[in-house]
């Protein structure tokens, strides 16, 4: 390679990179939900499906936020659901409340505003569960070498 070839690589590699590093965050990102989900699943937590969902790019209850406008990239990801949070930190139940519904035949309770039944909810607490702390915890113990092996591929697929 002469080194006007090499000037012209240089030069589209450096066009490049801020592509490559989006694909790189990107690729970080859903690495992490997939960290997140694994973890719910080895809690034997119920699935209803909305909780997994909203760990997954593109599902309505997932964040998903990517700014790259300053100096520096960052990638938020994460659920809207309002019970992820509950569910990995844990909440206490003040004051008794009454819950509006009925159970089907077989054993699930459905929520039903205008039945007239229903169950009244105890004060009490809840542990976290700290999946997303866990998940976090172990992506990171393993981002290094990801991010290595990611980079590696970027360079290699970028000066051919």
Do not use: C
Request: proline share 4%; charged share 25%.
């Amino acid at each position: 390679m002469d080194f006007r070839e090499f000037q012209k690589r240089m030069e589209r590699l450096h066009r490049n990179v801020p592509e490559a590093l989006e694909r790189i965050m990107y690729q970080l990102g859903e690495e992490l939900l997939t960290h997140i989900t694994n973890e719910l699943d080895s809690q034997d937590l119920i699935d209803t499906g909305a909780l997994w969902n909203s760990f997954s790019q593109g599902d309505q209850n997932n964040i998903w936020l990517f700014d790259a406008d300053r100096n520096t990239l960052t990638l938020e990801v994460g659920s809207n659901l309002p019970y992820a949070e509950y569910l990995n930190d844990g909440y206490t139940i003040e004051k008794p409340f009454f819950v509006p519904g009925y159970w089907n035949g077989v054993g699930k309770f459905i929520y039903d505003p205008d039945a007239k039944g229903g169950f009244m909810v105890r004060p009490r607490s809840f542990i976290g569960r700290k999946y997303f702390d866990i998940a976090l915890q172990d992506f990171q113990g393993g981002m290094q070498a990801l991010l290595q092996k990611l980079l590696q591929d970027e360079l290699e697929r970028m000066v051919k």
